[in-house]
C-alpha cells in the first residue's frame, strides 16, 4: 500500500503543484511538487508548524487541505485526508483564520453556536455547548454570551473563532496565522490555550506563523518552505510544549533551538521577521 492511502497518515501531499491561471500572462505557481506526510497519532495529535517567506504558498498547503477554492483544487498531485483524496470542505477539518473571522450581526453565543446551527442541532442543545466552548477558550458566559464582535477586543474576538471552529471538534485543525494580530502578551495567554485545547480534543494541527518561537514551541515537527513556488526544505522535530509559553520560551535550550532554525531561515534569504521578537 502506498503511503499516501496508510491508514496511520493522516494528511498527505503527494507531489502536489498549485498554478493560478494556467496558461495565461498572469499564470503563478504558488507551490511545485510539494510531498510530504503527517502521521496519525490517534492519543496525541500532530501538531505541525509551518513557516516560510511571504508567499510561499503556505496558506494555499491550508487552503488545500480545507478544500476551500481557488486554491482547491490542486493543479495536479494529491492531496490526501485520510485516506482519501479531499473533494472539498468538510466538518474533520476545521480552519482558524488570522482575521477573526466572525459574523458581525450574530452574538458571541451565536457565532459558537453557528456550525450546529448548520449541522441542524437543537437550539437547546447548541446553545450549551456553546456556553460550554465560551468558557473553555477563556470568555465570560455570563458577561461575554450576548455581546457581538464589535464590542470585542482582538484577543477576545479569536477565542471566539478559536470557539466557533473547534466546537465541531474537527479530527484536523488549520491554523493561518491565528495570533499573528495579537500583542506579545495575549499571543502568550492564547498558545497556552491552544495547547490545552489541543491536548483536549487530540486533533492534527497544522499552524502557519511568522514566528520562530511560537513554531517551536506550538509545533512538534516544524516544517521550513522556501520562497515561492514553496518546497519543502526542512523538517525539524522539537520538543512539545510541556510548560507554560512563558516558562518555557525562557529556557536557554529554547533559545538555542529558535536561533538554529532562524540561521536555517536567514540562509535562504528573505524570511519575514516574527513580530513579536
Ligand atoms: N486567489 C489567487 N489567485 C492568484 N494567485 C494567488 C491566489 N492566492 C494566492 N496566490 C498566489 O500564490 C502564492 C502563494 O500564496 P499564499 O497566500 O499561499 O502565500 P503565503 O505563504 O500564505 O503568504 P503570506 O505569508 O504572505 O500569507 C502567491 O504568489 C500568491 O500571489
Ligand atoms: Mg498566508
Known sequence: MPAQASPDIVVAFDRVTKTFHPGTAHASTAIRDLSFSVANRPDHGEFVAILGPSG?????ILRLIAGLRPHFPATSGRVIVAGRPVEGPGPDRGMVFQDYTSFDNRTVLDNVAFGLECAGVPVRERRERAREWIGKVGLDVVRDSSKYPHQLSG???????????LILRPRIILMDE??????????????????????????TVFFVT??????VYLGDRV??????????????EVPPPERPAREMQREPAFGKLVFEIRDIIEKLGVMHRPQDG
Not at 484577543?155 to 471552529?165: D, L
Not at 500583542?183 to 491552544?194: F, G, S, T, V, Y
Not at 511568522?210 to 513554531?215: D, F, G, K, R, T
Not at 521550513?224 to 523538517?235: C, I, N
Request: with cysteine; proline share 5%; charged share 25%.
Open 178 to 203: 491565528p495570533f499573528g494580530a495579537l500583542d506579545p502578551a495575549i499571543r502568550l495567554n492564547m498558545q497556552d490555550l491552544l495547547v490545552s485545547l489541543w491536548r483536549d480534543l487530540e486533533a
Open 155 to 165: 484577543g477576545m474576538r479569536q477565542r471566539v473563532a478559536i470557539a466557533r471552529s
Open 210 to 215: 511568522h514566528s520562530v518561537e511560537e513554531a
Open 223 to 236: 516544517y521550513v518552505l522556501s520562497a515561492a513556488p514553496g518546497r519543502l526544505l526542512h523538517e525539524i
Open 56 to 60: 510561499c504558498g503556505k496558506s494555499t
